[in-house]
């Protein structure tokens, strides 16, 4: 018998056919679904590695800004449910696995009952990486210029890894140039065909976007955000996805990209700090780029142009991505075996 069919056998046991709200029986076995896995992940994962790091993110995406998620059940009924999960595991676990168990539960029981919070022990940069999420929607209106410079600083050349040996380029997008790209900035959803791919293409503008909705099109509504960043890096003219020969450029497109992600990471927390929202953007129509046409002093290689890449959606978030914060507490250091050849 799984643990989660176990735990839902001791909870039916324990609330038989419970109809009255909180604790509906149904919606305990349904937390139990939803949620046993996950702690039985995290606890294990920590019990090997012997930290509280994956029970700290566990508990951070149950509380996601600082709010218990379940409001259907009562604070003592999740504190039951939670210390009868880590009996079962504790069973033919060593007295030091089961002090470890025990440990990492206290921590949801802190925070349950409001003596500490899950951040307390975390580091800016460790809560941005737990809590962060991307907003699919953004609240209209402005972002005031000061915020906009501070963010701008951030993003000015900071390139840890090439130094000032990059090549990429950001820049403020204004109304008219979101205007135009807006109605090809979308990406498809699974169910789309060919059909509708073909016809939204030839023209969006024959159907309502409730109506292409319903077809299968994905508008990435983010880009209507009050300050788009667009991160650019040279491309062919013709479109071609061929990599850049040597000396070019000066860095390699592999190196550039690096560089373009440890800038947008940089301009996040910034943005971040000033308790605003992002969204990272690149699943976008090819046609969206031939509505601009982008011109330089910078000599170019022949056939060579710039053209966005990525653009970095920023604003007041009003709407997360649906599945962003599903918590994946599988690790990915020390995952492979890496063995010589010799």
Same mark, same amino acid.
């Given at each position: 018998m799984t643990i989660v069919a176990e735990m839902k056998e001791i909870v039916q046991a324990k609330f038989p056919n419970q109809t009255l709200y909180p604790d509906k029986t149904k919606d305990l076995l349904a937390?139990?679904?939803?949620n046993i896995?996950?702690?039985v992940e995290a606890y294990n994962l920590d019990l090997d590695e012997g930290s509280h790091r994956h029970t700290k993110m566990a508990i951070s995406h149950h509380y996601y800004g600082n709010r218990r998620q379940t409001k259907n059940i009562k604070l003592e009924t999740e504190i039951w449910i939670h210390q009868t999960l880590v009996d079962i595991l504790s069973k033919n676990k060593t007295?030091?696995?089961?002090?470890?168990? #025990?440990?990492?539960l206290k921590l949801w029981i802190d925070v349950f009952e409001e003596k500490t919070t899950h951040e307390d022990s975390q580091s800016y940069l460790?809560?941005?990486?737990i809590n962060r999420a991307s907003f699919s929607e953004f609240e209209s209106g402005t972002i005031d210029q000061v915020k906009i410079e501070k963010i701008l600083e951030a993003a000015n050349g900071i390139t840890p890894s090439l130094a000032n040996a990059f090549h990429y380029r950001v820049d403020v997008l204004d109304q008219e140039t979101k205007d135009a790209m807006y109605p090809y900035m979308h990406s498809f959803y699974p169910d789309a065909s060919n059909k509708t791919k073909k016809q939204f293409a030839a023209d969006p503008t024959k159907y309502s976007q409730k109506e292409w909705? #319903?077809?299968?099109?994905?508008?990435?509504?983010?880009f209507e955000a009050p300050l788009v960043l667009a991160y650019s890096i040279p491309c062919r003219v013709d479109g071609t996805p061929e990599h850049w020969r040597p000396n070019e450029f000066e860095t390699s497109r592999d190196a550039t990209l690096v560089g373009v992600g440890l800038n947008m990471w940089n301009t996040i927390c910034a943005v971040e700090e000033m308790g605003l929202n992002s969204c990272c953007l690149r699943a976008f129509n090819e046609n969206a780029l031939?509505?601009?046409k982008i011109s330089t002093d910078e000599e170019m290689p022949h056939d060579w142009a710039w053209f966005p890449y990525v653009f970095l959606c920023i604003g007041k978030g009003v709407r997360p991505k649906g599945d962003h914060r599903k918590y994946k507490p599988r690790g990915i250091v020390n995952t492979l075996k890496i063995e010589t050849t010799v």
């Open positions: 937390y139990c679904d939803k896995e996950l702690f007295n030091l696995e089961k002090y470890h168990l #025990e440990n990492s460790e809560k941005l990486t909705r #319903e077809k299968g099109i994905c508008f990435n509504t983010q031939k509505q601009i």
